[in-house]
């Protein structure tokens, strides 16, 4: 496989991951939360890869050609970011420590980031519509080969990303649990903005 097309396809990658979403949210909010910001990046980090598998199966071709399954995959992701916001939002999140950290946090934790990606609007972009953009048919690796390495790269880059942002969270907002109050209700309430938009263009398109 090109080199370059690795490179392109992860240089567009990265600038849609560090775009604000509902991937921004969640990592804010767990680093705020938990003992580790870990299970919620590896929560992420699975979400992707399965849709990574799924993509090179051939599964996505399928869901990107069929619009009645695309727009209810759109409509369940929004749904899901209003739900999880308005949880962030009425139960905001601030610095814990370890022995105040509810029990069983690191595994929700980690089931929710695998919904937060897996289910995320933007990652469906991603891998529905941009990936297969930068495969060859003609290549000397198959497609579903190809695939996987853009997805691996995609997610190598949101691991490396997230535990920077997550750990960047702890560090500023340690100690200033005010602070961490209203990030988490603004990451709670972009959320909502993001799924309310999702279903509104979906409806209304």
Same mark, same amino acid.
């Given at each position: 496989?090109?080199?370059?097309?690795?490179?392109?396809?992860?240089?567009?990658?990265?600038?849609?991951?560090?775009?604000?979403?509902?991937?921004? =949210?969640?990592?804010? /909010? +767990?680093?705020?939360? !938990?003992?580790?910001?870990?299970?919620?990046?590896?929560? #992420? @980090?699975? $979400?992707?890869?399965?849709?990574?598998?799924?993509? =090179?199966?051939?599964? /996505? +071709?399928?869901?990107? !050609?069929?619009?009645?399954?695309?727009?209810?995959?759109? #409509? @369940?992701? $929004?749904?899901?970011l209003m739900w999880h916001g308005?949880?962030?939002?009425?139960?905001?999140?601030?610095?814990?420590?370890?022995?105040?950290?509810?029990?069983?946090?690191?595994?929700?934790?980690?089931?929710?980031?695998?919904?937060?990606?897996?289910?995320?609007?933007?990652?469906?972009?991603?891998?529905?519509?941009?990936?297969?953009?930068?495969?060859?048919?003609?290549?000397?690796?198959?497609?579903?080969?190809?695939?996987?390495?853009?997805?691996?790269a995609f997610m190598a880059t949101?691991?490396?990303?997230?535990?920077?942002?997550?750990?960047?969270?702890?560090?500023?907002?340690?100690?200033?649990?005010?602070?961490?109050?209203?990030?988490?209700?603004?990451?709670?309430?972009?959320?909502?903005?993001?799924?309310?938009?999702?279903?509104?263009?979906?409806?209304?398109?």
């Open positions: 496989m090109a080199a370059g097309s690795v490179l392109a396809f992860w240089a567009v990658a990265f600038l849609l991951i560090v775009v604000p979403g509902a991937d921004w =949210a969640f990592t804010i /909010g +767990a680093g705020l939360r !938990g003992r580790s910001v870990y299970p919620a990046v590896s929560g #992420l @980090v699975v $979400g992707y890869a399965a849709i990574t598998l799924i993509v =090179a199966a051939g599964v /996505g +071709a399928l869901v990107a !050609g069929s619009p009645a399954v695309l727009t209810g995959l759109t #409509l @369940v992701g $929004g749904l899901y308005a949880m962030t939002f009425a139960h905001p999140a601030t610095p814990d420590t370890p022995a105040t950290a509810p029990a069983g946090t690191d595994w929700n934790t980690f089931l929710r980031g695998i919904g937060v990606s897996g289910l995320n609007p933007k990652g469906l972009l991603i891998f529905l519509a941009l990936l297969p953009q930068f495969t060859d048919p003609h290549g000397a690796w198959p497609v579903a080969g190809q695939i996987g390495v853009l997805g691996l949101c691991a490396l990303f997230y535990l920077c942002l997550g750990a960047l969270t702890r560090t500023v907002l340690h100690g200033r649990p005010a602070a961490a109050r209203l990030i988490s209700r603004l990451s709670g309430a972009a959320m909502i903005g993001i799924g309310v938009w999702l279903l509104t263009e979906r409806i209304l398109s």
